[in-house]
């Protein structure tokens, strides 16, 4: 066991008290959440959340704890915490709390999470964006947090500039130590990874290549219960491949004595302003969960494209989503040859671009090596550095993500004609960045 994150944070209980106090919690685990809604093939249904008072957050959460919204909550942390500015968190927590773009929880200290985990009685996790997440990890277990989000991967590239992915991968390496650590004293941490990355036009396999890679890394350092994020790409055909070839790979890759729950992300492009069709892509959203069997649904609000949502339009959100889950709805069903042909490609894909690097003794090299020479990428990093940025993906004819150029992704020569084929479906007369611009602004 190792616990070396928890020694380098000053003023902390001993592991052992914070197991302790871990037990001794009446609410269920989110591990434990995700094991009854996947054998119920009902989603948990959970909401982002974030401010910065204590007071605003309870408030928050109190509205989305109602007994008709979230299955589970979110404290959602502000962007000074997440690239480690703890003074200037601290600062605007008590000089202007309003310009905290969410909770700072470093700065309220987990004695102040403690407040908010014992208030509540169902699972709470914590949800970033940070490339280096150990003080944060520490506080939010001290606190009483048994889920915790991100990857040295999909929470370096997307979100920084210039951070190392090694030292990130490392950083995240010591987490998943001690979520191991404490998987063996009794105290299950759900571990999910952010397969949304930039979070525009995914292709499924890039996204499922990037969280198999963090799955992996945590389920070698003892890691047991793995929530694999997925974002909906608006094509149903296509997404509900993606999910069910997130359990079918996950066989293949991941130590088989872990748990792998399918999540799904609502849309997370460029959303719709006008009201009614936001809540029609919410639904949409809801019944794509339903038909891929995610385990659970990380949802969307009809005020997307116009800021941070308040606290009624995201339990009307949550509350939309559920709807995708009522009986009226059980006549729906995809072609499920069609489904099977989409999952044969993704897999394929998937397993082209990680075969390689799964071949290597040192993983996590291995991992930078090849995002450096790119044969691994992602669309639009902000980590220009890290990262190529050579892939450009457009939609179908049928608004499924293909690739238009595959960069140095190391894909076969039947893999590239199919994705070719696909594109030339779609205005092939059209520039690429034309076509890339259609296609991010589709549902909007």
Same mark, same amino acid.
């Given at each position: 066991?190792?616990?070396?994150? *928890?020694?380098?944070?000053?003023?902390?209980?001993?592991?052992?008290?914070?197991?302790?106090?871990?037990?001794?919690?009446?609410?269920?685990?989110?591990?434990?959440?995700?094991?009854?809604?996947?054998?119920?093939?009902?989603?948990?249904?959970?909401?982002?959340?974030?401010?910065?008072?204590?007071?605003?957050?309870?408030?928050?959460?109190?509205?989305?704890?109602?007994?008709?919204?979230?299955?589970?909550?979110?404290?959602?942390?502000?962007? @000074?915490?997440?690239?480690?500015?703890?003074?200037?968190?601290?600062?605007?927590?008590?000089?202007?709390?309003?310009?905290?773009?969410?909770?700072?929880?470093?700065? @309220?200290?987990?004695?102040?999470?403690?407040?908010?985990?014992?208030?509540?009685?169902?699972?709470?996790?914590?949800?970033?964006?940070?490339?280096?997440?150990?003080?944060?990890?520490?506080?939010?277990?001290?606190?009483?947090?048994?889920?915790?989000?991100?990857?040295?991967?999909?929470?370096? #590239?997307?979100?920084?500039?210039?951070?190392?992915?090694? #030292?990130?991968?490392?950083?995240?390496?010591?987490?998943?130590?001690?979520?191991?650590?404490?998987?063996? #004293?009794?105290?299950?941490?759900?571990?999910?990874?952010?397969?949304?990355?930039?979070?525009?036009?995914?292709?499924?396999?890039?996204?499922?290549?990037?969280?198999?890679?963090?799955?992996?890394?945590?389920?070698?350092?003892?890691?047991?219960?793995?929530?694999?994020?997925?974002?909906?790409?608006?094509?149903?055909?296509?997404?509900?491949?993606?999910?069910?070839?997130?359990?079918q790979l996950a066989?293949?890759?991941?130590?088989?004595?872990?748990?792998?729950?399918?999540?799904?992300?609502?849309?997370?492009?460029?959303?719709?302003?006008?009201?009614?069709?936001?809540?029609?892509?919410?639904?949409?959203?809801?019944?794509?969960?339903?038909?891929?069997?995610?385990?659970?649904?990380?949802?969307?609000?009809?005020?997307?494209?116009?800021?941070?949502?308040?606290?009624?339009?995201?339990?009307?959100?949550?509350?939309?989503?559920?709807?995708?889950?009522?009986?009226?709805?059980?006549?729906?069903?995809?072609?499920?040859?069609?489904?099977?042909?989409?999952?044969?490609?993704?897999?394929?894909?998937?397993?082209?671009?990680?075969?390689?690097?799964?071949?290597?003794p040192d993983l996590?090299?291995?991992?930078?090596?090849?995002? @450096?020479?790119?044969?691994?990428?992602?669309?639009?990093?902000?980590?220009?550095?890290?990262?190529?940025?050579?892939?450009?993906?457009?939609?179908?004819?049928?608004?499924?993500?293909?690739?238009?150029?595959?960069g140095k992704l190391?894909?076969?020569?039947?893999?590239?004609? @199919?994705?070719?084929?696909?594109?030339?479906?779609?205005?092939?007369?059209?520039?690429? *960045?034309?076509?890339?611009?259609?296609?991010?602004?589709?549902?909007?």
């Amino acid at each position: 066991m190792s616990f070396a994150c *928890f020694e380098a944070v000053p003023d902390m209980p001993p592991v052992d008290e914070i197991v302790a106090y871990l037990k001794q919690l009446s609410r269920p685990t989110m591990s434990e959440r995700l094991a009854e809604a996947d054998r119920s093939g009902i989603a948990l249904i959970q909401p982002r959340s974030g401010v910065g008072s204590q007071r605003k957050m309870i408030a928050l959460l109190d509205v989305l704890n109602r007994p008709d919204t979230a299955d589970c909550l979110t404290l959602t942390i502000d962007s @000074h915490t997440r690239l480690l500015k703890f003074d200037t968190a601290k600062r605007l927590l008590m000089q202007a709390p309003e310009q905290l773009n969410g909770y700072p929880l470093v700065a @309220h200290g987990y004695q102040a999470v403690r407040e908010i985990t014992e208030r509540y009685d169902r699972p709470i996790q914590v949800r970033h964006g940070s490339p280096d997440g150990r003080r944060l990890f520490v506080e939010s277990i001290a606190g009483g947090i048994q889920s915790f989000e991100g990857g040295g991967i999909s929470y370096n #590239l997307p979100y920084c500039r210039n951070v190392s992915l090694e #030292l990130s991968l490392r950083a995240w390496q010591e987490i998943d130590q001690a979520c191991g650590g404490l998987e063996e #004293l009794g105290c299950p941490i759900d571990r999910e990874f952010f397969g949304s990355l930039s979070a525009v036009l995914m292709p499924p396999s890039i996204s499922l290549a990037v969280i198999l890679l963090e799955a992996v890394l945590a389920s070698r350092a003892g890691c047991r219960c793995l929530s694999l994020a997925y974002p909906q790409s608006g094509n149903i055909i296509q997404d509900v491949a993606a999910m069910q070839s997130i359990r079918q790979l996950a066989t293949r890759y991941v130590d088989a004595s872990a748990k792998v729950y399918p999540v799904l992300h609502e849309f997370m492009g460029v959303f719709p302003q006008d009201i009614e069709r936001a809540q029609t892509l919410i639904l949409f959203g809801g019944l794509t969960g339903r038909l891929g069997r995610a385990t659970k649904i990380i949802n969307k609000t009809s005020q997307e494209a116009i800021g941070i949502p308040d606290a009624e339009v995201n339990a009307e959100g949550i509350r939309r989503t559920r709807l995708a889950y009522e009986d009226y709805f059980s006549f729906l069903d995809v072609p499920r040859d069609r489904v099977d042909e989409e999952a044969y490609w993704i897999q394929r894909e998937t397993q082209e671009l990680l075969d390689p690097i799964l071949s290597k003794p040192d993983l996590i090299t291995a991992i930078v090596e090849a995002f @450096h020479d790119g044969r691994l990428d992602i669309p639009f990093p902000s980590n220009r550095r890290e990262a190529l940025g050579r892939i450009a993906p457009v939609r179908d004819s049928g608004i499924a993500i293909r690739f238009a150029d595959t960069g140095k992704l190391p894909f076969s020569d039947e893999v590239k004609a @199919h994705n070719k084929a696909k594109c030339k479906q779609s205005a092939p007369d059209a520039s690429i *960045f034309k076509r890339v611009r259609d296609s991010i602004m589709y549902f909007a």
